[in-house]
């Protein structure tokens, strides 16, 4: 079965020139599709690519990408404020009679303001066409990695929507075998009814009978046996297709759910009325599923 789940979690990591990376990506139910991505500054080009490849793989689903970087290039840079130091040489030379050196140049130097260190990460250098290739490659993995997960969570979901639909093959089966009492139960209980209205008898057999007649016609569950029947073989074959299918299959349970509703409001005995409920219940919980199909 390739029935696919919205709902997965993908990570992967590696390094490249000037540290570690980690993507991450993960979704959950959409109506649609929406890919949402979170990448640092500077990588523009990779997140428009990643976007645009998820897009291009899931149909339907809330998806978040995401890219963490850690940086372990450190480099330190010592500036020197000339302008101050020449200041402070003029002011010694004036005092001392002759320029600063050794010692006197060294303590001058520790004067703040002087000097200056600068510490530059990984983050301040510009990245290489390699490393970009390197990261880009790492989301389309992590993209195809969420991609098993939802396909790993569908092929869970194929086996347990497969058993509600053995189930509601048999509430069918079950209402399919009592259709045929629905005419004489409905006979029964209008005469009886009528028995307890019309003691002297003034209503005619005939009218009787095409009271019955009309009854029983309205009360006819064979349609909705039908009908039931080809939506539950439809929801087979798209359980076992290779496309997307979510759509169809939460269509198709409104369909059944009408249908499981017109079989108890035609019900004629308890029996039925109770398969009729127990075909609604297992409806309601192949929807739930069905909410999680891509």
Not at 49 to 67: C, D, H, P, T, V
Not at 123 to 128: A, G, K, R, V
Not at 228 to 238: R, S
Request: aromatic letters at 4%; hydrophobic letters at 40%; a negative charge.
């Amino acid at each position: 079965m390739t029935l696919a789940s919205m709902t997965g979690f993908a990570r992967t990591t590696g390094d490249f020139d000037h540290g570690f990376w980690a993507w991450e990506a993960k979704s959950v139910n959409g109506r649609g599709l929406d890919v949402r991505t979170n990448l640092p500054s500077g990588l523009e080009q990779v997140e428009s690519r990643i976007k645009k490849a998820a897009g291009a793989l899931f149909s339907r689903g809330n998806l978040q990408i995401s890219l963490r970087l850690e940086w372990r290039s450190v480099q330190t840079e010592l500036t020197v404020n000339e302008v101050l130091l020449g200041k402070l040489s003029a002011a010694y030379e004036a005092t001392a009679g002759h320029p600063p050196t050794g010692d006197a140049l060294a303590t001058l130097m520790t004067v703040k303001g002087v000097t200056e260190a600068r510490t530059r990460s990984g983050s301040d250098l510009q990245m290489s066409d390699l490393t970009l290739r390197v990261l880009e490659a790492g989301g389309l993995d992590v993209r195809n990695g969420l991609q098993t997960s939802r396909s790993k969570e569908g092929a869970a979901l194929a086996t347990l929507l497969s058993g509600f639909l053995a189930d509601m093959r048999v509430q069918v089966e079950l209402a399919e075998g009592l259709a045929g009492q629905q005419a004489d139960l409905i006979s029964e209980r209008y005469r009886d009814r009528l028995e307890q209205l019309d003691a002297d008898k003034i209503v005619a057999e005939d009218r009787i009978a095409i009271e019955v007649a009309a009854l029983s016609v309205k009360a006819d569950i064979s349609e909705e046996i039908d009908r039931l029947k080809a939506h539950l073989n439809q929801v087979e074959t798209l359980i076992n297709g290779t496309d997307p299918v979510g759509r169809s299959l939460g269509f198709i349970c409104q369909e059944l759910a009408r249908e499981a509703n017109t079989l108890c409001a035609k019900s004629a005995s308890l029996e039925l009325t109770q398969i009729g409920l127990s075909l609604k219940g297992l409806i309601d919980q192949f929807k739930e599923q069905v909410a999680n199909v891509e």
